[in-house]
């Protein structure tokens, strides 16, 4: 019988920390919040307040650890979120190279808008 394979990352993730993304599919779908964290090995992000899962946690007081049920943010996949632009559209991520004083640099561009997601500084 053969082995089952392991599912692939996604090639590239044009997802960045402290992008604002909106949620497309899943149980959290119309949601938006801010990314937390990206595993590209995993292929997978972390976005803040969106799939909050309970955590039952035992009390220890050598680390300060309080116990009881903590909620917090599981990790979905990079393929069911959409990036937000500044005018809170969901867009797809376009690149574009942009020569600024003689260095050239790949920028990330909204597909719908045209305009430039990378903040500068």
């Known amino acids: 019988m053969p082995r089952a394979k392991k599912p692939q990352p996604p090639a590239r993730i044009r997802i960045r920390k402290n992008d604002m993304v909106k949620v497309i599919a899943g149980r959290d779908k119309g949601k938006t919040g801010r990314v937390l964290a990206v595993n590209r090995s995993t292929g997978r ?22 116990g ?9 996949h990079v393929s069911n979120v959409m990036l937000l632009t500044s005018g ?8 574009r190279v942009e020569t600024v004083g003689g260095k050239t640099r790949r920028v990330r561009i909204a597909r719908k808008t045209g305009e430039t997601l990378d903040r500068k500084g």
């Open 45 to 66: 992000i972390l976005v803040e307040g969106i799939a909050l899962v309970k955590r039952h946690t035992k009390a220890n007081p050598a680390r300060q650890i309080k």
């Open 68 to 76: 009881g049920i903590a909620e917090r943010e599981s990790p979905i």
């Open 88 to 95: 809170g559209l969901p867009t797809r991520i376009g690149f």
